[in-house]
């Protein structure tokens, strides 16, 4: 990436605004500094690959990158993280989203689908009025 090239975030789940993504290089990221601005926690990145070392290796291994590179600082840029590290980073900062995401797969694994609060919310609205 070229000193003049702007990295563009962008919201990719509308459930985490201030989880925001960009592809840099050959990597989709995430804002590591943005998360944690919009958290109620005073946790930083280092913390996290500290604390949850052993996940941060596995990530190395099945992304066969460095784990001295799954953390990316560029100058005048946010802290980035690699982007499938986003959930676990995310959960990390706020179990009661690990709790929630838990929740979500055992509905899954179990009825072979599960929907968001907010896909209840939208399609709702689709449904024809069934007054009489």
């Known amino acids: 990436m070229s000193k003049k090239e702007k990295i563009e ?8 605004p201030n989880l925001l993504m960009a592809h840099v290089g050959n990597s989709d990221v995430f804002n590591v ?10 946790l930083t990145v280092e ?6 070392e052993r996940v941060v290796d596995l990530y190395s291994q099945a992304t066969k990158i460095d784990k001295n590179f ?3 600082k560029l100058e005048g840029e946010p802290t980035m993280m690699l982007a499938c590290m986003a959930i676990d980073f995310a959960c990390w900062v706020n179990p009661f989203l690990s709790i929630y ?3 979500r797969a055992h509905e899954l694994f179990i ?9 209840l919310a939208i399609h709702s609205k689709r449904l024809p009025n069934q007054e009489k």
């Open 33 to 42: 500094d943005k998360f944690l601005e919009g958290s109620e926690s005073n």
């Open 9 to 16: 975030w962008k919201q990719i789940y509308p459930e985490f």
């Open 47 to 52: 913390q996290y690959l500290e604390e949850r």
């Open 101 to 103: 995401i838990s929740e």
């Open 111 to 119: 009825d072979g689908v599960t929907v968001s609060d907010r896909y």
């Open 70 to 72: 799954l953390v990316m």
